[in-house]
């Protein structure tokens, strides 16, 4: 396709960076601006402030909304899911949804969005799956082992999971 996102600066008037990408909706910058979360009608283009791509995640289920938690994860809504998006490109789902929302913000374990009236609604995840997973990336092996030891987060799925990723070590 022919479409991208071009970063401009306007006080020097030229183009700094761009980056192709399917048509672009909404733009979601992360609260450090460090990264940008793209968001097309079925994808999800995360990058970097200078536009240099991170990575890509496609959707069958048309994206809704999406925010930064704290920690650097991209979360997002499609018609029925909550979802997360790593920096690595890992993206998994958190919660089935009943009703449609559109999130506004990540905070710990809350998401507060809006549903399809326009109220203020404030939603409980579980981010044990997603925290785990950033702890691998990250390398923070002692954090890893205290969400195996005090958590769910059993079983032969993790396991799987570790040795997949290239963490036997830790399986």
């Given at each position: 396709?022919?479409?991208?996102?071009?970063?401009?600066?306007?006080?020097?008037?030229?183009?700094?960076?761009?980056?192709?990408?399917?048509?672009?909706?909404?733009?979601?910058?992360?609260?450090?601006?460090?990264?940008?979360?793209?968001?097309?009608?079925?994808?999800?283009?995360?990058?970097?402030?200078?536009?240099?791509?991170?990575?890509?995640?496609?959707?069958?289920?048309?994206?809704?909304?999406?925010?930064?938690?704290?920690?650097?994860?991209?979360?997002y809504s499609?018609?029925?899911?909550?979802?997360?998006?790593?920096?690595?490109?890992?993206?998994?789902?958190?919660?089935?949804?009943?009703?449609?929302?559109?999130?506004?913000?990540?905070?710990?374990?809350?998401?507060?969005?809006?549903?399809?009236?326009?109220?203020?609604?404030?939603?409980?995840?579980?981010t044990t799956?997603?925290?785990?997973?950033?702890?691998?990336?990250?390398?923070?092996?002692?954090?890893?082992?205290?969400?195996?030891?005090?958590?769910?987060?059993?079983?032969?799925?993790?396991?799987?999971?570790?040795?997949?990723?290239?963490?036997?070590?830790?399986?």
């Amino acid at each position: 396709s022919d479409d991208k996102v071009v970063l401009f600066d306007v006080q020097q008037r030229h183009a700094v960076a761009e980056l192709s990408t399917p048509y672009v909706k909404y733009v979601v910058w992360s609260p450090d601006m460090n990264q940008v979360a793209l968001l097309s009608k079925h994808a999800i283009i995360v990058a970097n402030k200078r536009l240099q791509h991170s990575c890509t995640v496609h959707e069958t289920i048309r994206v809704k909304s999406g925010a930064w938690d704290d920690t650097g994860v991209f979360v997002y809504s499609t018609l029925n899911h909550i979802k997360y998006c790593l920096p690595n490109g890992d993206s998994g789902i958190i919660r089935t949804l009943d009703v449609p929302v559109y999130i506004t913000k990540v905070h710990l374990n809350q998401i507060y969005c809006l549903d399809r009236d326009g109220k203020n609604r404030v939603i409980q995840i579980d981010t044990t799956e997603y925290m785990f997973k950033l702890a691998l990336l990250q390398r923070k092996y002692d954090q890893v082992l205290n969400f195996i030891r005090g958590s769910a987060l059993c079983g032969q799925s993790i396991i799987a999971f570790l040795q997949q990723k290239g963490f036997p070590e830790v399986a």
